[in-house]
């Protein structure tokens, strides 16, 4: 007899922030999650029911891991996958599947991809070795271009914008040494994020497309406003795109799209994240479902929720502060948590560095207008500072 959806243990592979959100969207429906993570102090190891102690490219502690769950996901994509297939292969069920976690951990193949199932995205070049590099680059007529590592790159690592005069002037400021894309910078007009969620019946739902402003520093988002200030057009083709990519995959899960929205209005997909993401933190407080709750639908078997966005939302990220590294006390949360529509998530990390994610802050609005003076306002005012001060 088929386990009842509330009684399936959730295995995750990963216990960061998202594994804790993730958990604790679960705690409602008194669903069983159990982690694998090295770390006894991670985000999500207070929320776990139960946790295994072990790397996660460790395909013996993924085993013990599955032996104790109904079902596996991932929060992160540096996992052990030719454990993960072998389990699939045996009959353990994994979402999103371990094919297409093994695609997307490889920019490259990611890239390729696109291309081969006629899915819009920027041109591109694959090189072994930086002896490849200037004729890749000269081969297109790039002047200005992203390289990124295949492999490895995680929340703006493994990811470099140059140009080719300094190459060629230096080519010992070739950046990676090994398999890399190379790929036309879009002066884009907008950065996009839909993020699609598809069960194993083949349903699908999107949420309201976000717009992110990216930090140039961290290379990682900044905040984000829902819904972007995109034409009813855009938005109709921007999720269209986000859906053809994911059902091409034969994707099951929750999956977001990362989009350049061209100045001319042609929509690129740039990458897509296999789990929940950092453009969809704010669907906790403002949306119907959040990104959260509806991975956890789709993992037990229960139907997908509405998406629909309650309010205008921003989502900030709460980032190390310079110069600041170890333990860590907080400044600036009278203003922040004194300011009506406005949440503040904590990742119960023990330390800080420069520019690490240590939370998040929802802000909630009735206009757009309203929401960006809040950003405005909000945006640094979590200060960590150090703990003996």
């Not at 271009?145 to 070739?174: C, E, H, Q």
């Not at 002066?187 to 598809?198: G, H, M, N, Q």
């Not at 709750?293 to 078997?301: A, C, F, S, T, Y």
Request: proline share 5%.
């Amino acid at each position: 007899m088929p386990l009842s959806p509330l009684s399936k243990k959730v295995g995750i592979i990963g216990g960061g922030q998202l594994g804790k959100m993730l958990i604790e969207s679960s705690l409602p429906l008194n669903i069983h999650c159990n982690i694998l993570e090295n770390a006894t102090d991670c985000p999500a190891s207070h929320v776990a029911y139960e946790q295994i102690i072990g790397e996660l490219t460790n395909g013996k502690s993924i085993e013990e891991l599955a032996e104790i769950s109904d079902v596996l996901t991932y929060e992160i994509e540096h996992v052990d996958t030719q454990t993960l297939k072998k389990l699939e292969e045996e009959g353990k069920e994994i979402i999103p599947s371990p094919r297409i976690l093994e695609m997307i951990q490889d920019k490259g193949l990611q890239k390729q991809f696109y291309a081969d199932n006629n899915i819009p995205t920027s041109r591109f070049k694959l090189v072994d070795s930086p002896a490849q590099w200037i004729q890749a680059i000269e081969t297109l007529g790039f002047s200005r271009f992203v390289a990124k590592s295949r492999t490895g790159g995680y929340d703006g690592k493994g990811v470099a914008i140059l140009d080719i005069n300094s190459i060629k002037a230096d080519p010992n400021t070739i950046p990676f040494d090994g398999p890399s894309v190379i790929e036309d910078f879009i002066d884009c007009d907008k950065e996009l994020s839909v993020i699609v969620a598809r069960d194993r019946m083949g349903n699908v739902k999107t949420f309201p497309t976000v717009e992110m402003s990216f930090d140039p520093e961290a290379n990682l988002v900044d905040y984000l406003f829902a819904p972007a200030e995109i034409s009813s057009g855009i938005d109709r083709e921007a999720k269209a795109i986000a859906i053809d990519a994911i059902n091409k995959m034969g994707g099951v899960g929750l999956f977001a799209v990362e989009l350049f929205l061209e100045k001319d209005g042609t929509i690129l997909v740039n990458e897509i994240a296999p789990r929940p993401h950092n453009s969809g933190h704010h669907t906790i407080e403002a949306c119907i479902t959040s990104q959260y709750e509806q991975l956890l639908r789709i993992l037990v078997g229960l139907p997908l929720g509405e998406t629909t966005l309650l309010r205008p939302a921003a989502m900030i990220n709460v980032l190390g502060t310079e110069g600041v590294s170890g333990e860590y006390q907080l400044a600036g949360l009278d203003e922040v948590l004194g300011t009506e529509g406005v949440y503040l998530h904590l990742y119960n990390k023990k330390e800080t560095r420069p520019k690490r994610k240590m939370g998040h802050i929802t802000i909630l609005a009735d206009t757009l207008e309203e929401l960006k003076t809040k950003v405005t306002q909000l945006k640094d005012k979590v200060i960590f500072e150090p703990l003996n001060k």
